[in-house]
Nanobody
Framework: QVHLVESGGGLVQAGGSLRLSCAVS????????MGWFRQAPGKEREFVGR???????YYADSVKGRFTISRDNAKNTVYLQMNSLKPEDTAVYYC????????????????WGQGTQVTVSS
């Protein structure tokens, strides 16, 4: 079983920054592909980005150039650095894990955290 716990959410003014963390249990975290998603009130869950086990990243167009995903395998943690935040970034942010043998999709993950709220005020 894999458990994920997000942290670092909060209230920030537009133009500000936040860094979310996702602590992951699991014996082979270094082999997990990891994703970040978000869900705003009344909207469907939206893909934000992902980092592969080898460190490759891929982002949604809406966050490209503003958000950065990184990982620290020694700490079993993945990060989402969010800069130049906008009110439309307000959502609950979720991290997700895709361990081997992998789903084969950037958008499908087997394990999910409980989410952390990010609110961006204008």
């Amino acid at each position: 079983q894999v458990h994920l716990v997000e942290s670092g959410g909060g209230l920030v003014q537009a133009g500000g920054s936040l860094r979310l963390s996702c602590a992951v249990s699991g014996r082979i975290f270094s082999r997990y592909d990891m994703g970040w998603f978000r869900q705003a009130p009344g909207k469907e869950r939206e893909f934000v980005g992902r980092i592969s086990w080898s460190g490759g990243t891929y982002y949604a167009d809406s966050v490209k150039g503003r958000f950065t995903i990184s990982r620290d395998n020694a700490k079993n943690t993945v990060y989402l650095q969010m800069n130049s935040l906008k009110p439309e970034d307000t959502a609950v942010y979720y991290c997700a894990a895709d361990p081997p043998p992998y789903t084969g999709s950037y958008y499908r993950y087997d394990y999910w955290g409980q989410g952390t709220q990010v609110t961006v005020s204008s």
